[in-house]
């Protein structure tokens, strides 16, 4: 990996690194008194892992998963974390978006807990206010979930419950601007959803529409993907807030490394490859170079020796509510509210094991895409 900020694209080399790092990260990030379940997060001046999250070990047994199937040897036995996670199903953390989580990593196994880990999922969507009350990043899993044990056979309930899932995300939760709104219940947080709405449902309207699942898939993700490219910043950099009603960024920051190096990597390869459309793989590369200080602080966000790929470029503590309220407040009085202010910005020093597990989901098997296109160069 660069050593220094640098403003070339990155190499073959450069992403195999980073799959390297995050396969030697992870065992940093499993909790010593609970073996197979991963921490919160870790912080830069601090080696320990710190919390608990059944989340984060679903998202990093799906990475170990995917690196064991495209031939690295995973870090952490992924058998061992399944059997943690599986034996903590009754733990009340768990929300529906973690089902559909679940059954995702069941459809990568094949461990065949689909219809237990359906029931799971309809009634923990019963007990929480159902797929409208369900925040957009949880629509995007429990679709992705959902879709990919459709492709591997699964019967008739999954199929509704997808239908039911799909029909909800490109009904109400989609806005005529082609983003998608935070949630489908009422109230005004819905016109405000952040970067992780909008790429998880790209990414599993990219994985539907890879298995023929629903004729409004590919579309709706291309649609959707298009808006993001044109508001990606000019220096590779995905904003975190918009307002979807108008199609708009409200407030870039928090700049989150994890959009850079894998989430929208994750969707944005997906559906190149379903669509054809190299745009979308170029973007995920501009992305990716933002992490090796092609940003606005010129600042390398990887740190190699302490297992750890900086969470963020946020506005310092103290002056960022002020700014995502006075933003929130331009854009529904139809004011501009560009501007970055990188002077008032500052590294957050932390990182969290979906991260590495996120790396592995996007890059694993697909370390060349980049330098396949036209020789590696990049607009």
């Not at 995917?66 to 599986?86: I, N, T, W, Y």
């Not at 016109?191 to 790209?202: D, G, H, K, L, W």
């Amino acid at each position: 990996m660069p050593t220094t900020p640098s403003t070339r694209p990155t190499s073959e080399a450069d992403i195999s690194a980073l799959v390297d790092l995050a396969l030697a990260a992870l065992p940093h990030y499993v909790r010593d008194e609970e073996p197979g379940i991963f921490c919160w997060e870790r912080r830069l001046d601090d080696p320990h892992a710190h919390g608990r999250s059944l989340r984060y070990s679903l998202m990093a047994l799906l990475g170990l998963l995917k690196a064991e199937s495209a031939g690295r040897a995973p870090s952490v036995d992924p058998r061992a974390v399944h059997a943690a996670l599986v034996d903590r199903l009754d733990d009340p953390e768990l929300d529906p978006g973690d089902f559909g989580l679940h059954l995702w990593v069941d459809a990568r196994a094949g461990v065949g807990r689909g219809p237990e880990l359906c029931d799971r999922l309809e009634a923990a969507l019963a007990a929480s206010g159902g797929l409208p009350a369900r925040l957009g990043m949880e629509m995007g899993w429990i679709a992705t979930g959902l879709a990919h044990h459709v492709a591997a056979g699964a019967g008739a309930r999954a199929q509704r419950l997808l239908r039911e899932t799909l029909d909800q995300l490109l009904g109400v939760n989609r806005a005529p601007s082609g983003l998608f709104r935070h949630h489908g219940a009422p109230g005004l947080r819905r016109r405000f959803p952040n970067f992780a709405t909008q790429i998880y449902a790209v990414l599993a309207l990219a994985v539907a529409a890879r298995h023929e699942l629903d004729p409004r898939a590919l579309e709706a993700a291309r649609t959707c993907a298009d808006r993001l490219l044109a508001l990606q910043l000019p220096d590779g950099g995905w904003p975190w807030l918009f307002d979807a009603e108008r199609g708009t960024v409200v407030e870039r920051y928090e700049i989150y490394c994890v959009h850079q190096h894998a989430m929208a990597p994750m969707a944005l390869l997906e559906l190149a490859d379903v669509s054809g459309d190299e745009r979308y793989a170029r973007a995920a590369g501009r992305g990716l170079d933002w992490i090796w200080g092609a940003n606005e602080r010129g600042q390398d966000m990887v740190f190699p020796q302490d297992h750890i790929v900086a969470r963020s470029i946020r506005r310092r503590r103290g002056s960022d509510r002020f700014w995502l309220a006075a933003k929130t407040a331009a854009s529904l009085a139809r004011l501009p509210t560009g501007g970055s202010q990188a002077r008032l910005t500052e590294l957050n020093p932390t990182d969290r094991p979906y991260s590495m597990g996120w790396i592995l989901e996007a890059w694993c098997g697909r370390e060349g895409v980049l330098a396949r296109l036209e020789g590696g160069s990049r607009p």
